[in-house]
């Protein structure tokens, strides 16, 4: 589990193809390597990664599988490419963002940057299956980033990013057209499973829908 609050950048250092997998080599300097050891999870882009190598105190190796590459936008990356980077939270982390599992349920798309006085405001586009989980004032994990919802008109939800995340996170080298890895809160997966009820055992069955809603009083 991680906070969504990030520890450092990074960088690829190398990408190493291995029978239709990728081995990242991922180094940085700002990263306290000192906790870390072999099987470690850290987080790289908001994807929860296992730690397979550690070289030269600064470096470490994860591998990922064809799936994680096909559905995060880790297939994006390259020898050079900034990653954010967050190690695994213990008993005693600050939670200062929110329960993040590192399990990205889908790719989002940066529609536009606009000013806002010091801050940027950010519009994203979710992919319409997550659309349900996103909620004005609610939490939501873009790239590993712990970020709240400000608005949300259909599928796309808007951010307000303050200088300070801006300069610790990749969010400065997004622009129009940029995919982002989207973990919407888990608690909305859960609250939503729990309303299901029987149903949820059912096979093919599916999410909330309003006529469910409503069979059970919900909605009038």
Not at 100 to 123: E, F, M, Q
Not at 145 to 162: A, H, K, M, Q, Y
Not at 189 to 210: C, F, K, N, V
Request: glycine share 10%.
């Amino acid at each position: 589990m991680f906070t969504g609050i990030i520890e450092a950048q990074g960088h690829i250092a190398a990408l190493i193809p291995s029978n239709g997998d990728v081995t990242l080599r991922i180094r940085s300097a700002d990263l306290d390597f000192a906790d870390v050891r072999l099987g470690d999870s850290i987080a790289v882009n908001g994807v929860c990664l296992t730690v397979t190598e550690l070289v030269g105190g600064d470096t470490f190796s994860a591998d990922v599988s064809g799936e994680t590459l096909a559905l995060t936008s880790l297939q994006q990356l390259k020898a050079g490419s900034r990653v954010n980077l967050e190690k695994a939270m213990t008993p005693s982390t600050r939670m200062g963002g929110h329960l993040v599992s590192g399990h990205v349920d889908g790719l989002g798309k940066v529609v536009s940057l606009t000013p806002d006085a010091r801050s940027v405001r950010i519009d994203i586009e979710a992919p319409a299956e997550l659309a349900r989980y996103i909620a004005k004032k609610g939490s939501i994990t873009v790239d590993g980033i712990s970020l709240t919802v400000n608005e949300v008109d259909g599928r796309v939800f808007s951010l307000n990013i303050i200088p300070h995340t801006q300069d610790v996170t990749t969010i400065q080298d997004w622009k129009a057209g940029t995919p982002v890895n989207l973990e919407v809160d888990i608690i909305a997966r859960y609250l939503e499973r729990l309303l299901l009820g029987e149903r949820a055992a059912e096979p093919g069955s599916g999410g909330i829908t309003m006529a469910m809603l409503a069979e059970h009083g919900f909605v009038k």
